[in-house]
């Protein structure tokens, strides 16, 4: 499976780096995001409550970061356990591009796996919820960055990914970004 997108950001890449690394800006911006911890500088970890078709479940899962290149990029690695409904592992990889002084663009490309029960819930449903999660991941994180400054047409009409192909979506952003990052998605 795997996810591509772009995402215009209403501040400064250094901004936007510091808060892609910052647990509690995650946390408020992931849904369904009941805890996570920086375990290390390279390391996180992640319990996120997610509904996918009739299958509700908490994933705990495990981020780390490679290949940093603060503040314009990383890799993200990631897998979490869901119990019953199953598990998912996936890799992004995150860059940021100064646009303006005031404007990234965050683009990332990311892959993931689901097993269990997740993968026998139908490509549409997946899609559908990766596009709500993605959405909502962004206008989240919009608002965390910007201070709630940031317009509905700012968080709300960039937050569309470029292409989607099946995925996960942010049951993973334990484990792919912070993909959507990004997100992440894993956090992009």
């Known amino acids: 499976m795997e996810i591509s997108g772009e995402h215009r950001i209403p ?3 250094n901004q936007v780096w510091e808060a892609l690394n ?11 995001c009941e805890a996570l911890d920086k375990e290390s500088d390279t390391t996180f970890t992640a319990r996120i409550v997610s509904k996918i078709g009739s299958i509700k479940a908490r994933f705990n899962g495990k981020v780390d ?13 990631g897998q979490g356990q869901g119990g019953m409904a199953g598990s998912a592992k996936g890799l ?16 990332y490309t990311a892959n993931a796996e689901v097993a269990g029960k997740l993968a026998s819930v ?10 709500k999660t993605a959405d909502d991941f962004f ?8 201070g709630g400054q940031a317009s509905a047409d700012t968080a709300a009409g960039s937050a569309q990914p470029t292409a989607v192909i ?6 993973i952003a334990a484990g792919v970004l912070v993909a959507a990052a990004a997100g992440a998605l894993m956090l992009l």
């Open 11 to 13: 501040a400064a890449r």
């Open 22 to 32: 910052d647990p509690a800006v995650l946390q408020a911006s992931i849904p369904g």
């Open 65 to 77: 970061f490679s290949d940093i290149n603060a503040p314009h990029s990383y890799t993200i690695s």
């Open 92 to 107: 992004a990889r995150v860059e940021l591009e100064e646009s303006g002084p005031k404007e990234t663009v965050l683009r």
């Open 122 to 131: 139908g490509s549409r449903v997946i899609q559908g919820v990766v596009r």
């Open 139 to 146: 206008r989240n994180f919009v608002e965390q960055v910007s």
């Open 166 to 171: 099946k995925r996960l979506g942010w049951i």
